[in-house]
Nanobody, 128 residues
Framework: QVRMVESGGGSVQSGGSLRLSCAAS????????LAWFRQAPGKEREGVAV????????SYADSVKGRFTISQDNAKNTLYLQMNSLKPEDTAMYSC?????????????????????WGQGTQVTVSS
């Protein structure tokens, strides 16, 4: 059974940094997509970044390009999101997600319904 558990959220001032972690376990295949999403109160869930287990360049939302970096440590089965130059508008509940079968195309990676496993989320609050 796939299990995903996030950690690393917290409160930080504008311009600061945080690193989120997502401990993932239970994957039975070698090909999967791992992503970070976020949802602020009153807003729709937004895809932040995604990577494919087989390599290649990650994809990012325009709002975080150049500030956030998604990465994976295969030895630790952990997904990371390094967030730098944080802004108040980055405040949200951040969740990791996995798609464990099928191909995820570039135009659809940010669609939450394309992922079949989710973590419980970790809160990030950025104050001005």
């Amino acid at each position: 059974q796939v299990r995903m558990v996030e950690s690393g959220g917290g409160s930080v001032q504008s311009g600061g940094s945080l690193r989120l972690s997502c401990a993932a376990s239970g994957f039975t295949g070698s090909s999967y997509y791992l992503a970070w999403f976020r949802q602020a109160p009153g807003k729709e869930r937004e895809g932040v970044a995604v990577l494919w287990s087989g390599g290649g360049s990650p994809s990012y939302a325009d709002s975080v390009k150049g500030r956030f970096t998604i990465s994976q440590d295969n030895a630790k089965n952990t997904l990371y999101l390094q967030m730098n130059s944080l802004k108040p508008e980055d405040t949200a509940m951040y969740s990791c997600a996995a798609r464990t079968s099928g191909t995820l195309y570039a135009y659809e990676w940010a669609r939450a319904q394309k992922y079949n496993y989710w973590g419980q989320g970790t809160q990030v609050t950025v104050s001005s």
